[in-house]
């Protein structure tokens, strides 16, 4: 085996990479549907203008495997912060009231308990 043989065996070997998440073109949007036991259905909508997007820094840490045209993604270096993108609520615990919080979502629903009232 040559020196470049080497060379190419080492350039093929698998190598751990760090990913770098830049803020500025990492946009991450939530959505969703919840779907009842009474076979209602119903979307998240945003808590208001933007609450369902943030974005996202920190590091991505992965093993990349050229040879096998695959890449593995690891716990180990991997550090993801999603930015605030106001205040939502509930506060925690679900009390009421509003925090900063990375995503602001609702369920828009009404709940019909079947009870009806007779006034006479």
């Given at each position: 085996?040559?020196?470049q ?15 770098t998440i ?16 009474l076979?209602?259905?119903h979307n998240v ?40 993108s106001?205040?939502?609520?509930p506060l ?29």
């Amino acid at each position: 085996m040559d020196k470049q043989d080497v060379s190419r065996q080492q350039a093929l070997a698998p190598q751990a990479i760090m990913f770098t998440i830049e803020p500025a073109s990492s946009k991450v949007s939530l959505s969703g549907t919840l779907t009842t036991s009474l076979g209602s259905s119903h979307n998240v909508v945003e808590q208001g203008v933007g609450s369902l997007t943030t974005s996202f820094s920190g590091t991505i840490g992965t093993l990349v495997d050229f040879a096998a045209a695959s890449i593995v993604f690891r716990e180990a270096g991997t550090s993801l912060d999603a930015a605030v993108s106001g205040s939502w609520s509930p506060l925690p615990g679900g009390l009421a009231g509003t925090t900063p919080a990375d995503y602001g979502g609702k369920f828009d629903a009404v709940i019909d308990t079947g009870l009806s009232r007779s006034t006479t």
